[in-house]
Structure formats: C-alpha cells, structure tokens
C-alpha cells in the first residue's frame, strides 16, 4: 500500500532535537523518519536556525539519516544537492528581496520601537543578518507584552510580522515563513496539502501547523499550549 504521506515537514529544536538527551534525536525516532523516505517520502527540516547553527544542531545529532530539505530562519529553501545543501535561488532571491524592501520601509521607526522596549523591559535587542530587530527577554511574560506592542506596530506596516519562539523574537515578512517555505516545496512535488505532514513545537511553527499546508499535524508532548490547541482544533 503506498504511502498517504510524501512530505513530511519537522521543527529542530524542541520537536526532533532535545539539547540535553543523548542522543539528541531518539534512534527511534531517526529510523521512523529513515522508513518514510525510503518508502518514498521526502523530509524537510524547517527550522528558525541559520545554515551554520542547523549544520551544528545536525553533527551534534549525529544523524543515520539525511533530511532531503533544509528551510532555514523560518523562511529560506536548501534542497539537498549531490553532497550538500544549496539555496534554491528563485525563492530565496525573492525572499531576500522582498525582505530589504519591507525593512527599508520599517528603519525610520526602529529607534521608537527600540526606546519604547527599553523603557519597560529588560531586554537584549540587537540587528542580525535576518533581521534589523531581534530581541531577548528574561521571561515569556515580557516576551508576551511586547509581542503584543510589535504586532499592533506591524498592522500599520503592510507585509510586516513578528516571529516568536520563545523569549526570541524578531521581524520578518509574512510572505516567507514556515507555512509559505512548506507550501512552495509541496508545489514544487506536485504534491497537495493532502499528503503533507507537519510538526512543530512553538509559537513560530504556527505558520505551517496549518491545514493550508498540512493535511497531517502534530505537537509534541512538550509543544507550548498555544501550539497543542491550534494542533488540536483542526483535528477531524
Ligand atoms: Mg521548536
């Protein structure tokens, strides 16, 4: 009987990886995934990490299998190629470019955003190559205070939106997230929806854990409990 599943589409940290265990990804749990590839599925790691800290995360793993897919900081493509993983440029292009207009249009307020942060929270903020603003607070009651300041900002900002893992948090473009990088990659197969599974553990997994993307969703046992009831309420 052929597989209903032909993509499956995991989180890293928190959903596969566990930074303490060891190993960090179960043996089972490595060769479930090694099952479903090799009865025809394709497996994509989408991820919030950037190439180097996802290539960390996977050597530490030590994996016995291979992902066939990397989506990286929520929103760039890497196919595995002969030996490693490159961009798919078309998309990432695009991302790239719709990025630097958006954060173009976002600079002028980044000094008002940044005092109105600092005069309430104790935050870490700083730029990164993703993002012109990222922040890091002491607790997720802070981190939910000024998510919620930046997603009422974001409404004035056509395009703008806020990624939440956590106490992290940064801008992005809501054209490119985890659920639009599924969606490309699951058209790019010829595939639908209907033979997608997906599985994250937090708040910036949302995107994806959507039926939109995923016919087939899951969360962990240690998922936050936004994400188990948005898992739960398009159960059927
Ligand atoms: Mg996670």
Known sequence: MSL???????????????????????????????????????WAINTGRDKSGIMEGLERADLAIEPDYLVLVEREIHPHGDSEFTGLEEWNLACSRAHAELFARVNAELPRISAWVSARFDARLYEDDYSPLCLNTANDGDMDAIQEFLEDYSQSIPGLAVVRNGVYARLSHSAYNKGTALGELTCRLGLTSAQVFAAGDHMNDLPMLSRTYARFLAAPGNAVEKVKEVVRRQES
């Open 4 to 42: 209903p599943i032909k993509r499956i589409s995991t989180d890293f940290d928190g959903t596969l990886f566990a930074e303490f265990a060891s190993p960090p990804i179960s043996e089972r749990l490595q060769a479930l995934l090694g099952t479903f590839q090799d009865r025809g599925a394709q």
